[in-house]
């Protein structure tokens, strides 16, 4: 198949405040302010954890329909702890970004836990936002005008 | 420094729309009409490029500050490919997510070139998606009731 490519225009209106053009959509990121934000919109780690929901739900929905078993849908909580030392500018062993990120998902469906099992596994593999996430994806950085 | 913890929860509405709560925030995911989508909000990996861009202006104005040079504020324009045969559910050697993510920034300041160059390191260094992306990160997913 060919490749496809997805982009996005970011104007950043404050030291916090991001304004994310996708298509026809934006997005609001912010900080809380206990981070030194406004509080305008969830924060980039927030939208990082959204954008893995939203892919395991797409991969979530093709792959029961592959396997052939009732499945109407599902919730999905995630989270994920990071230390900020690092993000601040202070001395730190720690990585900067997420530690661990736990899913937890609850699917509505009558199928048995052993398909389950083998239905989130094809998942996670299948799920491109889980492949950026788990395994290291190379970010170039250009200075333009 | 202690850990902090980012959680989202997130409601699957069909099979492409998914509905994140994060805090008190809204993010509508959704698939463009070729995607197999009703093309309600930005695609989740159009989500990721965006959690990019925002935490890369939230540290990029930490570090301009803590390198004291002028810096009042950039653009970001963020792509990248990725084949979505794996994800599709066909044979294919290629990984499910992004190859390459493409970061342009312009900024806004009367810097070097060289502080600049200096400053970009920095920050991709600090930048927790920066890190999540860059860098593999576990994922656990358990299923529930």
């Not at 919109?41 to 927030?46: F, L, R």
């Not at 499945?71 to 720690?94: R, W």
């Given at each position: 198949m060919?490749?496809m490519?997805f982009s996005?225009?970011?104007?950043?209106?404050?030291?916090t405040?991001t304004v994310?053009k996708?298509?026809?959509?934006q997005?609001?990121i912010?900080?809380?302010?206990?981070?030194?934000?406004s509080?305008n919109?969830a924060n980039?780690?927030?939208y990082?954890?959204?954008?893995?929901s939203?892919?395991?739900?797409?991969v979530?929905?093709?792959?029961a329909?592959?396997?052939?078993?009732?499945?109407?849908g599902?919730?999905?909580d995630?989270?994920?702890?990071?230390?900020?030392?690092?993000f601040?500018?202070?001395?730190?062993?720690e990585r900067?970004?997420?530690?661990?990120?736990?899913?937890k998902?609850r699917?509505?469906?009558?199928?048995?836990?052993?398909?389950?099992?083998?239905?989130?596994?094809?998942?996670e593999?299948r799920?491109?936002v889980?492949?950026?996430?788990?395994?290291?994806?190379p970010?170039?950085?250009s200075l333009?005008?």
């Amino acid at each position: 198949m060919k490749n496809m490519n997805f982009s996005i225009s970011a104007t950043c209106e404050s030291a916090t405040r991001t304004v994310v053009k996708a298509r026809n959509f934006q997005m609001i990121i912010d900080e809380p302010a206990a981070l030194g934000g406004s509080n305008n919109g969830a924060n980039p780690v927030e939208y990082l954890l959204g954008a893995l929901s939203g892919c395991l739900n797409v991969v979530g929905h093709i792959v029961a329909k592959e396997m052939g078993f009732d499945f109407k849908g599902m919730k999905i909580d995630i989270e994920g702890g990071l230390n900020p030392a690092k993000f601040l500018g202070q001395p730190s062993d720690e990585r900067t970004g997420f530690q661990h990120i736990k899913v937890k998902i609850r699917p509505n469906t009558t199928a048995s836990e052993e398909t389950l099992n083998e239905w989130a596994k094809v998942v996670e593999e299948r799920c491109p936002v889980s492949d950026n996430i788990g395994n290291a994806t190379p970010i170039s950085i250009s200075l333009g005008k």
